[in-house]
């Protein structure tokens, strides 16, 4: 009965252990897991069969039965210490592997990530060489394709803005010009008119000086005022006051009376027909009047031809034997003598 029971209690404390082995990551805990599990069912199972046998055991009431019983649990004892002992062996192996597989996990993880940072580093580097290489490509077949267009385009908007500018400028110049011209014509007129006025200041001056040095030159504007009226009737001649002392003497041919408005050698004659004005300063304006036309109409080349009927006030209509019966030419001649 012993060594059956003996055979039974340690043939059932036998426990096969997995040699322990190298794991990778999470596989290999999850393999050590399942081994532990395994270990610790075949602990369960042994300890209820020992509870079974010794129920079974008991049955038997007599000493032989209770001896063996007790050697049986010392035995128990024994092989329960001896089981716990190669547990907590194999757990601790267990745990070193595992601390070792960590740990060698860690340094893989590690290696390996260094060694993804290198390849994607390198990679990176690699699509970076690659990206600039198709930049400058690009860029070399842009410029070789564009390039020549753009000239084209650019040289064709610079010559059409050079033509655009050049005509602005033009432009500008010639209305410039036209304003120097117009302002130079302008000047030029001016003093045109400046010297034109001149000359007749010159003409009076030297005329009045003439008939002051020679009173009897009157004569001559007081005969070509007789010879313009048509009617013969009605006639007085207004002459200045320093004239009047030798008319006093030489009586014209029809009445006349002292003009205080009337500077020396002017005269106007009054008739039926209205006035015939002889001063010299209606004249010389008239003259002045006449010549300032002919300048703003381009010269004074037709002044002789054209200005002949300006200057008939003082021309004879008729001469003076056609037109007096009194003897007017003969009175003239003699004061002009």
């Not at 060698?104 to 990176?124: C, H, M």
């Amino acid at each position: 009965m012993r060594s059956s029971i003996n055979s039974r209690v340690v043939k059932s404390s036998n426990v096969e252990v997995s040699a322990p082995r190298m794991v990778e990551c999470l596989a290999g805990f999850q393999q050590l897991s399942d081994c532990l599990a395994v270990l610790s069912l075949e602990k369960d199972n042994g300890d209820s069969a020992r509870t079974e046998n010794v129920d079974s055991d008991s049955e038997l009431p007599d000493k032989e039965d209770i001896v063996c019983e007790a050697d049986s649990e010392e035995l128990q004892r024994a092989d329960q210490e001896e089981v716990n002992a190669q547990a907590a062996e194999i757990i601790s192996n267990a745990e070193a592997e595992a601390q070792k597989i960590l740990a060698q996990a860690e340094a893989d993880a590690q290696t390996i990530l260094a060694q993804a940072q290198a390849d994607a580093q390198k990679i990176i580097n690699q699509a970076q060489d690659e990206v600039e290489s198709l930049r400058q490509e690009v860029v070399k077949n842009a410029q070789a394709e564009i390039y020549p267009a753009a000239r084209e385009e650019g040289y064709q908007a610079g010559r059409q803005a050079g033509e655009a500018e050049g005509l602005r400028l033009r432009e500008n110049a010639d209305h410039l010009f036209q304003i120097a011209q117009r302002a130079f014509q302008e000047e030029y007129a001016k003093v045109d008119n400046d010297l034109l006025h001149l000359a007749i200041k010159i003409a009076e001056r030297i005329v009045r000086s003439t008939i002051a040095l020679e009173p009897q030159r009157v004569a001559a504007i007081i005969q070509s005022l007789t010879l313009l009226p048509r009617e013969r009737q009605g006639w007085l001649l207004h002459v200045a006051p320093d004239d009047a002392r030798w008319l006093e003497e030489n009586q014209p041919p029809c009445s006349w009376i002292i003009d205080n408005s009337l500077n020396p050698g002017d005269c106007f004659l009054e008739c039926q027909e209205g006035v015939f004005d002889g001063r010299l300063e209606a004249q010389l304006d008239k003259l002045e009047h006449t010549l300032r036309e002919e300048l703003e109409h381009g010269g004074l080349e037709s002044i002789n031809s054209d200005s002949g009927s300006d200057r008939a006030d003082l021309s004879p209509r008729k001469s003076l034997k056609d037109s007096r019966s009194d003897g007017g030419d003969d009175w003239a001649a003699r004061q002009c003598g």
